[in-house]
């Protein structure tokens, strides 16, 4: 029982250690918009700024990239910032459809 609980443990203190906060400013190639993207310390949560849409996202890590999820009622924006390149890709499904692609920097908050 006292080796499941030390297993227990170390994951969950494994886990913590890798959540971080992290912060993105983002720009289209298309039109030169900004997008700023926060990760919150607690790895899964977060927020997106832009000029016409604010509101929380939910971070999904993957290999090399951080996908930002963000859903307004009948609306859903997939925001994937690949950490490699720093480039982001875009895609809007919902009444307001499209795409968009541009790259990132990171900075402080």
């Excluded at 977060?46 to 930002?68: H, M, Q, R, S, Y």
């Excluded at 009622?73 to 009444?95: A, R, W």
Aim: proline fraction near 1%.
């Amino acid at each position: 029982m006292k080796k499941w609980m030390w297993v227990a443990v170390t994951t969950l203190c494994a886990t913590a250690a890798t959540a971080e906060e992290r912060n993105f400013v983002c720009v289209s190639d298309r039109d030169g918009s900004e997008v700023r993207l926060d990760r919150f310390a607690d790895g899964d949560k977060g927020e997106i700024t832009t000029g016409t849409t604010a509101g929380d996202v939910v971070v999904l890590k993957g290999v090399g990239n951080l996908t930002f999820l963000y859903i307004e009622g009948q609306e859903v924006m997939t925001f994937v910032v690949n950490l490699d390149d720093m480039s982001y890709d875009l895609s809007i499904k919902g009444p307001n459809a499209g795409t968009d692609r541009g790259s990132c920097t990171e900075v402080d908050a």
